[in-house]
């Protein structure tokens, strides 16, 4: 039932507040701002690395899981797209562990890829939204995701909780590896317990996400940028956009940009920059100097802070609220899929089920 919505993506989209606020729960207390004292596989104090697998957005969630464990945790952690990971053979120290991410529980090469790990014997554990899926029951421990069922086959909600959770990890990691003190815990999981309340507010910017809809519309290809945590965001960005729009669109790390895809900016060419006021902001701000000086339409999504800060002309600035740099992931992933969504609905594409994809892919 899609309620009052035209789409179930829509409304996946809207119930993000709700799910990602049940999905932290799950893993914090909020009334004391501690870790709650959930069981893994592991023990985040032993291992030494930690190898993350998955397919599409969820690989790309857990991207961003690798920034916050090595940023936090201090875990050092390899990621990879499991359809390479199946084959590649990667050797797995004694010392390891195991993490897949999948809102199904049921795609092949990411489930191929932990009966790799089984066979290699470490501990196995997964982050899924389907407790009844066969990388569920095929696991040492699960981390469930508390975004319902989802739907749309562009993947949202799904999405954040599965961040939600690998920001929860990240601090139970922290905690037992004595990279963050006790008060730095309290203070995080207040950030975190803010996340429905900001992602709510990042819902009412449908007025200037629209508009930027509309001039994508029109256009062939679309770039995304982004740095640190926004540079999986960036691809995210690109990957939702494609998929449901059919509008070719590429991700980069912002600092890759003279390495190459600068040669396609032209005044044809949009360039959604993801950039909050953050430590490495003005480093992106000077990718977009080069962008503008090529003629490129700049799109910026940002904070007041971004807003003010960045003085270059942009084709629309996207302003979200001032959120904490951890939370902040969780909270820019809402534009950049309602960007998504806005230009396949002016362009009038069947946003719930595009064209040749699978909600669930169960072969290879
Ligand atoms: C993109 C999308 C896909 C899935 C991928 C993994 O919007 O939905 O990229 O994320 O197929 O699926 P799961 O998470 O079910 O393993």
Same mark, same amino acid.
């Given at each position: 039932?899609?309620?009052?919505?035209?789409?179930?993506?829509?409304?996946? $989209?809207?119930?993000?507040?709700?799910?990602?606020?049940?999905?932290?729960?799950?893993?914090?207390?909020?009334?004391?701002?501690?870790?709650?004292?959930?069981?893994?596989?592991?023990?985040?104090?032993?291992?030494?690395?930690?190898?993350?697998?998955?397919? /599409?957005?969820?690989?790309?969630? =857990?991207?961003? /899981?690798?920034?916050?464990?090595?940023?936090?945790?201090?875990?050092?952690?390899?990621?990879?797209?499991?359809?390479?990971?199946?084959?590649?053979?990667?050797?797995?120290?004694?010392?390891?562990?195991?993490?897949?991410?999948?809102?199904?529980?049921?795609?092949?090469?990411?489930?191929? %890829?932990?009966?790799?790990?089984?066979?290699?014997? $470490?501990? $196995?554990?997964?982050?899924?939204?389907?407790?009844?899926?066969?990388?569920?029951?095929?696991?040492?421990?699960?981390?469930?995701?508390?975004? @319902?069922?989802?739907?749309?086959?562009?993947?949202?909600?799904?999405?954040?909780?599965?961040?939600?959770?690998?920001?929860?990890?990240?601090?139970?990691?922290?905690?037992?590896?004595?990279?963050? %003190?006790?008060?730095?815990?309290?203070?995080?999981?207040?950030?975190?317990?803010?996340?429905?309340?900001?992602?709510?507010?990042?819902?009412?910017?449908?007025?200037?996400?629209?508009?930027?809809?509309?001039?994508?519309?029109?256009?062939?290809?679309?770039?995304?940028? =982004?740095?640190?945590?926004?540079?999986?965001?960036?691809?995210?960005?690109?990957?939702?956009?494609?998929?449901? %729009?059919?509008?070719?669109?590429?991700?980069?790390?912002?600092?890759?940009?003279?390495? /190459?895809?600068?040669?396609?900016?032209?005044?044809?060419?949009?360039?959604?920059?993801?950039?909050?006021?953050?430590? $490495?902001?003005?480093?992106?701000?000077?990718?977009?100097?080069?962008?503008?000086?090529?003629? @490129?339409?700049?799109?910026?999504?940002?904070?007041?802070? /971004?807003?003010?800060?960045?003085?270059?002309?942009?084709?629309?600035?996207?302003?979200?609220?001032?959120?904490?740099?951890?939370?902040?992931?969780?909270?820019?992933?809402?534009?950049?899929?309602?960007?998504?969504?806005?230009?396949?609905?002016?362009?009038?594409?069947?946003?719930?089920?595009?064209?040749?994809?699978?909600?669930?892919?169960?072969?290879?």
């Amino acid at each position: 039932d899609k309620g009052n919505h035209r789409h179930f993506m829509e409304k996946e $989209i809207h119930e993000q507040p709700e799910v990602i606020s049940h999905t932290l729960a799950n893993y914090l207390n909020f009334a004391d701002g501690t870790v709650a004292d959930f069981d893994l596989p592991f023990d985040f104090a032993k291992i030494e690395r930690l190898a993350i697998s998955a397919c /599409g957005t969820a690989y790309l969630a =857990g991207l961003i /899981g690798k920034y916050w464990l090595e940023r936090y945790a201090r875990l050092p952690v390899d990621i990879d797209i499991a359809s390479e990971f199946r084959y590649r053979e990667m050797p797995l120290p004694k010392n390891s562990a195991a993490l897949f991410i999948s809102q199904s529980g049921e795609t092949a090469d990411t489930l191929a %890829s932990l009966r790799y790990c089984r066979e290699e014997g $470490i501990p $196995i554990s997964a982050i899924v939204n389907v407790r009844e899926s066969t990388i569920a029951r095929e696991s040492d421990g699960i981390f469930p995701t508390l975004a @319902g069922p989802e739907i749309g086959v562009a993947s949202t909600k799904a999405f954040t909780c599965q961040l939600s959770v690998l920001a929860a990890l990240t601090l139970k990691a922290a905690k037992a590896r004595g990279t963050i %003190s006790p008060e730095e815990e309290q203070a995080l999981v207040r950030e975190l317990s803010e996340a429905p309340r900001y992602a709510s507010q990042a819902l009412k910017l449908s007025a200037s996400i629209e508009k930027v809809a509309r001039e994508l519309s029109h256009v062939r290809h679309v770039l995304y940028l =982004g740095r640190d945590t926004n540079y999986p965001l960036a691809l995210e960005g690109a990957l939702k956009l494609k998929e449901i %729009s059919y509008i070719h669109a590429e991700g980069y790390a912002a600092g890759e940009l003279k390495h /190459g895809p600068i040669a396609l900016i032209d005044e044809q060419m949009p360039v959604i920059v993801i950039a909050p006021h953050d430590r $490495i902001f003005e480093k992106t701000v000077s990718n977009m100097q080069e962008v503008a000086a090529r003629g @490129g339409r700049i799109v910026l999504i940002t904070d007041e802070k /971004g807003a003010q800060n960045a003085t270059l002309e942009t084709l629309e600035t996207i302003v979200l609220p001032d959120v904490p740099e951890f939370v902040a992931p969780i909270i820019y992933a809402l534009p950049i899929q309602m960007l998504a969504y806005h230009t396949a609905v002016i362009m009038g594409t069947d946003v719930d089920q595009p064209r040749n994809l699978a909600k669930s892919v169960t072969v290879e």
